[in-house]
């Protein structure tokens, strides 16, 4: 059996539209990428990626190889699930059956948001409960209140909801850290804190860890170097020091999710699977979910975002649970009408904005989009996480004062304080 074929389908999907325009603001991508793999023996197989194709260098490197020659591969993990969803159909079983012995039947999945002002978190997360969803992982920035949003979801979310705050280390250090966790130690539905401050800072990481009961995630469970290396990796030395409670297996390759997975489970620590994608990689996450001891925190790909998932039978969740495709391979089914559809969607074309840090006493900071001010507020250039602070984005209304300060923005890497 050997790869003839890769069918590229490049196509816009977009969010649903309640939360479009702040991902589009959030520098999410609506372009989806979806990859048919041929054999000889007429096997078709199924990957996926947001955003463009990958090189073809890249989709050459399958060609002519067997799907088996990627078992516990290093290929880009977008392309290998195709190869274990042809390895499945081959022989008539599920994916997970190349990947090692099934935990579980149902996956702990989560809800994914960026972040929004406390009301319109509130809102999301109430949408996330009807749809099945117990567990979200939200992102923290400095130009919300992180306390406002915290306590907006205690008030909406069931007894058995949770919250994992994503900081990207905008906690910046323990100085700024420490007193915002102590806030959040407040609100039971708290329950994981990724990232609070900058990785390379492992004494920091420490000294907050000791004084904060809320679990620390770290992002990335890399634990295997390649080649003859005597240094184990940073993830490694976390685990074994208990510098954190639980990890990111964020797009990491097939052989590194499955290699973590149970050093993780030898050190009885909890992994997060994260794979971003339509119903396409929510399968092939599932599918690692089964096997893989210790993921049970609740994992993430944002599939419910997308107002299509791209496959005809949508995931069964009930209680924040998503049951494995049950089929050979990937046990998914393409929605070929979707897949025609959205090939000829045309790219949205978004209107000009500016993003507008507001704080309590009426002060404004004017800034050239939120990615600028989540940048400059780690760097100390304006200040992060005031109580009551919060981001808004001016469209533009066609104003010679909206264009004015447009332009000025765009010639400077910094922000205009009170135009």
């Known amino acids: 059996m050997k790869i003839t074929n890769i069918e590229v ?12 325009k702040r991902y589009y603001h959030f520098a999410m991508t609506e372009m989806v990428t979806v990859y048919k793999f041929h054999t000889d023996n007429g096997l078709i197989g199924i ?25 516990m591969g290093n290929g880009r993990f977008n ?72 306590e907006a979801i205690q008030k909406v ?57 809320i679990p620390f995630y770290l ?20 685990l074994r020091a208990g510098d954190f409670d639980g990890a990111l297996c964020s797009h ?27 119903g396409i990689t929510t399968a092939f996450a599932c599918h690692l979910g089964a096997v893989i001891p210790t ?22 969740i009930q209680r924040g649970f998503m049951q494995v495709p049950h089929g050979v391979g990937l046990g998914i089914e393409l929605d070929e009408d979707a897949l025609e559809r959205y090939k000829h969607t045309p790219e949205p074309i978004w209107n000009r904005h500016i993003s507008i840090v507001s704080f309590p006493d009426g002060t404004k900071h004017y800034y050239r989009n939120l990615q600028q001010a989540e940048r400059l507020m780690k760097q ?12 808004d984005e001016w469209e533009d209304d066609g104003s010679a004062e909206f264009d004015d300060l447009y332009k000025q923005l765009e010639s400077t890497d910094l922000p205009v304080w009170e135009y």
């Not at 194709?53 to 060609?63: A, G, V």
């Not at 992002?219 to 976390?238: D, F, K, T």
Request: net charge negative.
């Open 219 to 238: 992002h990335g469970v890399g634990v295997i170097r390649e080649g003859a290396s005597r240094q184990p990796s940073g993830p490694w030395l976390g």
């Open 9 to 20: 389908i490049p196509l816009i999907v977009p969010y649903e539209q309640r939360i479009r």
């Open 252 to 278: 990491e390759t097939v052989k590194s999710a499955i290699a973590s997975g149970w050093t993780f489970a030898a050190a009885n620590t909890p992994i997060l699977l994260q794979y971003v994608g339509t």
């Open 47 to 71: 990957g996926e990626n947001p955003g463009l194709p990958f090189e073809q260098d890249i989709l050459d490197s399958y060609i002519g190889t067997n799907p088996f020659d990627h078992v």
């Open 79 to 150: 392309l290998d699930m195709a190869c274990y969803d042809m390895m499945g159909k081959h022989l008539g079983i599920p994916s997970w059956k190349m990947m090692g012995q099934q935990i579980r039947d149902w996956v702990a999945m989560g809800w994914w948001m960026p972040c929004m002002s406390p009301e319109n978190t509130a809102e999301e997360v109430q949408v996330a409960v009807d749809k099945g969803f117990r567990g979200l992982k939200c992102k923290a920035r400095a130009f919300f209140d992180v306390i406002e949003q915290a």
């Open 295 to 316: 993921a049970t925190l609740p994992g993430v790909t944002a599939s419910h975002a997308y107002e299509d998932d791209l496959i005809v039978t949508p995931h069964k």
């Open 380 to 391: 100390g250039v304006d200040e992060s996480y005031v109580p009551g602070v919060r981001l």
């Open 157 to 213: 979310a069931p007894s058995d909801f949770r919250v994992e705050f994503d900081f990207n280390g905008s906690l910046i250090n323990v100085e700024k850290a420490l007193p915002i966790l102590r806030e959040l130690e407040k609100f039971p539905v708290v329950k994981g804190i990724e990232e609070p401050i900058f990785a390379y800072d492992v004494e920091g990481w420490r000294r907050l860890h000791k004084e904060i009961q």
